[in-house]
């Protein structure tokens, strides 16, 4: 079992930024791949970005690619999302998730998730 725990969302004007951590316990944090989804009132919940087990990969969805980096920490079992020149259609529930299979971009390839962390960006 793993148990994730966000931080770090708020309300921010457009164009600013927010970084959002994630911290695990339980198994060994660097088993697994890490990834960030985010969730619209209306809406399904989407993929955001991923990182590889020791950080050396990472993919984006492409809504945030160039402006949302993800990064890991395994010594503090901490995975973040920096998040710069946000828009308002990146308002949403953000969640961390942890997955054993790389390269997977759907929910259900995630096996456990945080209760997630609301983003609101206002115009």
């Known amino acids: 079992q793993v148990q994730l725990v966000e931080s770090g969302g708020g309300l921010v004007q457009a164009g600013g930024s927010l970084r959002l951590s994630c911290t695990a316990s339980?198994?060994?944090?660097?088993?697994?791949?890490m990834g960030w989804f985010r969730q619209a009132p209306g809406r399904e919940r989407e993929f955001v970005a991923a990182?590889?087990?020791?950080?050396?990969?990472?993919y984006y969805a492409d809504s945030v690619k160039g402006r949302f980096t993800i990064s890991r920490d395994n010594a503090k079992n901490t995975v973040y999302l920096q998040m710069n020149s946000l828009k308002p259609e990146d308002t949403a529930v953000y969640y961390c998730?942890?997955?054993?299979?790389?390269?997977?971009?759907?929910?259900?390839?995630?096996?456990?998730w945080g209760q997630g962390t609301q983003v609101t960006v206002s115009s």
């Open positions: 998730a942890a997955s054993t299979r790389w390269g997977r971009t759907g929910p259900a390839e995630y096996d456990y």
């Open positions: 339980g198994r060994t944090f660097s088993s697994f791949v």
């Open positions: 990182i590889s087990w020791r950080g050396t990969g990472t």
